[in-house]
């Protein structure tokens, strides 16, 4: 299985690990190597403002949450829309930042999206493809709306919801007894 960069990971109910209990992981980095992801739908109850009072001189005033990207400790890092701060592109229009400068650079700006995360998920080699083998994780294609969807309670059901539309809309449409609701 190659190739999960910009995949979600949708967390069974079954999954068994509360680190991950209805979560929706995007996966950053996928290769030989292992993989990495944060959790999107993770707040805690810091605010950025709260965290860069206690790590930077700079002025912010953002009361957003910074998530909990992962149960494995790591550098505070942001997915955001601003091309001057992109680091690395995840999605179309979506890029990973770590570096300080560009973290100070977001956060004391208004017009580009931007999501702080303390954490992330990390897999060893082979371990994430053994657990979608065994079922622990549904995938689905991220799209930018994901990363950045305002409520992060419902994220979960939403891509579920969406995942069986994506399943069961061709079986339907190829059976015989399908009555399309616009033939009414």
């Given at each position: 299985m190659d190739g999960l960069?910009?995949?979600?990971?949708?967390?069974?109910p079954e999954l068994g690990d509360p680190n991950f209990y209805r979560s929706v992981v995007l996966v950053m980095m996928h290769g030989e190597e292992g993989a990495t992801g944060v959790i999107l739908n993770r707040p805690s109850n810091a605010t950025v403002s709260s965290v860069w009072d206690q790590i930077s001189d700079l002025e912010c005033d953002c009361d957003d949450a910074v998530h909990v990207g992962g149960p494995v400790e790591g550098p505070l890092?942001?997915?955001?829309?601003?091309?001057a701060a992109a680091e690395r592109q995840i999605l179309p229009g979506v890029f990973l930042t770590m570096q300080r400068?560009?973290?100070?650079?977001?956060?004391?700006?208004?017009?580009?999206?931007?999501r702080i995360y303390s954490g992330y998920a990390g897999w060893s080699p082979g371990q994430l493809e053994a657990e979608i083998e065994r079922g622990g994780w549904l995938l689905r294609e991220a799209e930018f709306e994901h990363v950045f969807e305002a409520n992060e309670e419902a994220l979960w059901k939403m891509v579920c919801e969406h995942l069986g539309h994506d399943i069961m809309l061709p079986h339907f449409n190829q059976s015989k007894n399908f009555v399309d609701p616009g033939m009414n």
């Open positions: 960069t910009g995949k979600l990971l949708i967390a069974i890092m942001a997915l955001h829309t601003s091309l400068e560009h973290l100070n650079q977001l956060v004391s700006q208004d017009e580009h999206e931007f």
